[in-house]
């Protein structure tokens, strides 16, 4: 009997070993878009978290960008999307929340649109619609022409990421590692005096080097108003700032994606960089009221020289 026990002992024994063996089991590695297989994730907190954009957001007092745009207009729901390849454009910001963008046509390279918000109001000039529309940023008409859907301030919130406040808002942080993603995700909600909690921001972390790799803006009920994705993060006067980004207004069934060409921070940016007049012949249109006649700003006739 003893000699029995010792015997089954050793054979299980050996069948354990044996099925631990690499005969048995595969290790294998994952290979993340960016990085190595071989390379260590980082590990941070949401303190640590919150400083990356508070230091990226401080560092940034203005910029004028020259930038490769594809504007696209439908929506993945519909499933049809339109896109406008070879749009070069203009950016300039400053700080608070001035920013202009100026875009232009494929090949000719006549001006498509020129837009500019100073934080509380913007204007938008079509010229190939002959239209000047102006309104408050707090006015949210949906128009079915999606240029005239353009709006400043939502091109800033993508493109300068504001700092969290943990005072005025509930924050929770999300480690969203598998297979495929290895990102830190920071949900930033906010409590009304009700109770009811209601999510305002997710701001995503690659946890291959900790930069902002996603950042999404929802309104009230949950749906996507924006929703940015950040990549190839380059060095402009010693500055990191991403040179892909793409962003996406599901409302608005627009899109685009910039690719930076050149870029200028904290050279300054002067104030008549941010004035946009109605020029004369367009008809005016105040967000939320229709075109009405006799908007048009009529053209002046240029005195005439003197004679010789």
Known sequence: MLLRRVTVSSLLLCLTSLALSSCFARRRGFTRPGGKTTQTLLLADSDTL???IS???AAVRDFNATVDMVPAQGSAEKSHI???KDVRAFILFRKQADIRIIGLLPVVR???FDMVSNGASFQLYLPTKNRFITGRNADEEISRNALENLRPHHFLDALVVRPVDPRATKLLLENFTDEDNAFYIIHEIRET????LHLL???WFNRLDLQMARQLIFDGSGNILSDARYSEWRPYDNIAFPKHIEINWPREESAVVIDVVKMDINKGVSDDKFVLEQPEGTTLQILGQPPAPGTAKPPTTPPKGPKK
């Open 201 to 203: 921001r997710t701001i």
């Open 110 to 112: 006549n001006k498509a």
């Open 50 to 52: 919150l400083r990356v």
């Open 55 to 57: 230091k990226q957001y």
């Open 82 to 84: 339109t896109e406008y």
């Open 193 to 196: 005096p009700d109770g009811q």
